[in-house]
């Protein structure tokens, strides 16, 4: 069973600071990745995708994809009260058709 | 903007009947998908279609079934509820691509479905 493991947390960071989520992932064939921002009682929504080794910023996000360790991050900066929410690390399965393979998230809680 | 919607927010079901779920996206995608979630299990695939008629089961099938005849509308239906699928359910879509790569899924505000 291909596998995708988060730290299910509570992640505490002080605002202001920076959050780092990780992701570790068991299909080393794995080319996209994205990491998905879901709100309590709310659907999944996408933050960043990446798809190569290195890191890709947006704004105050950056996902960081390291595939020769079958991991991947994502760095918030400035984290902000509103940044609170869980994050789902989502990895497309291998062999066909478009399936992604999601972890059980990681909840994050930024304290003022 | 991709817009995923679903039928319902929030549903109550007897054990035994019948359910309908119903998921429509306006965005031309070949891919969609139906989820469920709870806590601790995180996003777990039911079913999924990559075009009309097309179906294909996922992780956790069992008690479910789907119907898509249009392009953008794909159903999920329980065939007898239970009280173990009260859940949270989640309608996705996506372009289809090919190779090692696939877009983002989009997904629908959800439904939480409880069966008594």
């Known amino acids: 069973q291909k596998e995708v493991e988060q730290n299910s947390g509570p992640l505490s960071v002080p605002e202001g600071a920076i959050a780092s989520l990780n992701c570790t992932y068991s299909?080393?064939?794995?080319?996209?990745f994205f990491w998905y921002r879901q709100y309590s009682g709310k659907s999944p929504e996408l933050i960043m995708s990446i798809y190569s080794n290195g890191d890709k910023e947006d704004g105050r996000f950056t996902a960081q994809l390291n595939k020769a360790s079958q991991y991947v991050s994502l760095l918030i900066r400035d984290s902000q009260p509103s940044d609170s929410a869980t994050y789902l690390c989502a990895v497309k399965a291998t062999g066909g058709y478009n399936k992604l393979i999601f972890g059980a998230g990681t909840r994050l809680a930024v304290h003022p | 903007d991709v817009k995923v919607t679903q039928s319902s927010r929030y549903l109550v079901k007897r054990t035994g009947e019948k359910v309908f779920l119903e998921c429509v996206q306006d965005m031309d995608h070949e891919n969609m998908f139906w989820y469920r979630q709870d806590p601790g299990l995180g996003l777990r695939l039911i079913y999924f279609s990559y075009d009309v008629k097309m179906k294909e089961k996922g992780d956790i099938p069992e008690g479910y079934s789907v119907s898509r005849e249009k392009k953008e509308r794909f159903s999920l239906i329980l065939e007898s509820a239970s009280t173990n699928q009260t859940s949270m359910y989640l309608c996705a879509s996506s372009f289809i691509t090919a190779g090692a790569y696939t877009d983002t899924q989009y997904f629908g505000p959800g439904t939480r479905l409880t069966v008594l």
């Open positions: 299909d080393r064939g794995s080319q996209s």
